[in-house]
């Protein structure tokens, strides 16, 4: 791909040019779309969060297509030529909010469920909701309490002079190979600037799963400063279930829980979930409405009788976990096995969701270009400064220092992608 885009045939929009710029997430499904496809001979695709393809779960969901195909009534044609209700199916929403119930004894109902075209569309919506200029006057921003987080947030702001407003984290050291990421409280400072609170749990990219204990802190911070705290729970409990620690999924009035169907499988769908006070299911219903009419309906139709029999649970906790946990162990054997000794790697304990987030210490070039020679010898990463916004990361070192490997792809591909990222590491380092 060119490195110098053509300038614009025509004057763009501050809305086009905020939605056009450079962007990592674009880069990061453009290199996802390019390996799995046309480069899938050339390219191994370690880099975006594509679920992997569980075989018993690509059995199931033939067999849900099949029913519905088969099914008596005419929900199949419904699907296909029936818009769906801006907000999502009425029996869908009443399935999530009922499943949610009774695994953790909130009391939903079909008005705090509102779906989305994923996750990502989501917080499209919730992120301009809280932040950027702001109808009554001034500005907002959402507080990250910790980076790195999502990729695929940092430049979905539409307006006003920056949407984020990030902290560092405390890093902790852990023997001679490891580290994790906490929140450090001491240095939050949440204020009247702040429109809510973020955070993804597990946390792209790191897996960091945060803690009962911080989740209830920021719980009670967003409630003192009277705003929302919005969990991301693409790979969380109960559903996709890719957490490798205890955690207690929460929600109150307090907080907006967002769900998705892609990491348990079913990316293509388009189908996110927020969970929510019914006003904000009201607003999220009234921006699908204006942006896109109403939501893909394939995946709400597949999953709705595993809510509704419960399956879904024993599905994440019984294939999808599992698989992942051994994957994730898998890859960490062959990063010790191909990563140089001699070398300072060190990776963020693998608490959940699909990667391994690598720190290279003293690294002598910057990880963009570390990822750029990755490409050239036929592996995909994420380069780690793209996760590292809303902060000025000059003279924070460790911003420019790591890479996401995502461990999803057949087993064969992630063995070369190491063997391959080892003999980079080497040459980057200068070592044998
Ligand atoms: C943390 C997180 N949130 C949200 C998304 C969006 O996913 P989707 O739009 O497919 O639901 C992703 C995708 O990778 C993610 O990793």
Partial sequence: MSSTPPEPPYPQSVFANKLTDHSGITELMDDLGEAL?????????????????????????????QALL??????????????????????F????????????????????????????TA???LLNRFAGEMAGGGEKRILLPIVPEYIGYGDQGISGSGLFDSRKPLIEMIGERRFKY???????????????????????????????????????LAGEQGIPLIIDNAYGLPFPGVVFH????????????TLSLSKLGLPGTRTGIVVARPEIVREIRSMTAIIGLANNNIGQALTRPMLESGEIKHLADEVVRPYYRNRSEHALQLAREYLPG?????????????????????????????????KDSGVVVVSGEYFFFGLDTDGWDHARQCIRVSYTQPEPIVKDGFQILGEVIRSAYGVD
């Avoid at 695709?45 to 067999?63: A, D, E, T």
Wanted: proline share 5%; net charge negative.
């Fill in 37 to 65: 496809t046309i480069g899938k001979d050339s390219l191994r695709m370690m880099g975006g969060g594509n679920p992997g393809h569980i075989p018993h779960m690509q059995r199931l969901w033939r067999k849900q297509m």
């Fill in 70 to 91: 088969d099914g008596e009534g005419n929900e199949f044609d419904r699907v296909l030529a029936d818009y769906d209700q801006p907000a999502g199916s009425p029996a």
């Fill in 93 to 120: 929403r009443d399935a999530v909010a009922s499943f949610l119930n009774k695994e953790y004894n909130w009391e939903l109902s079909r008005d705090n469920i509102a779906i989305t075209n994923g996750g990502q």
């Fill in 123 to 125: 917080f499209f919506f």
């Fill in 182 to 220: 906490r929140i450090d409280f001491d240095n939050l400072d949440l204020n009247d600037s702040h429109g809510a609170i973020a955070v993804s749990r597990p946390t792209n990219p790191s897996s960091n799963l945060l803690t009962d204990g911080e989740i209830s802190k920021l719980r009670e």
């Fill in 246 to 257: 205890d955690a207690t999924p929460v929600w109150d009035e307090n907080i907006i829980l």
């Fill in 342 to 374: 001699d070398v300072p790697w060190r990776v963020h304990d693998i608490e959940g969701a699909f990667f391994l987030w690598f720190w290279f210490e003293n690294l002598p070039i910057s990880c963009r270009e570390l990822y750029r020679r990755l």
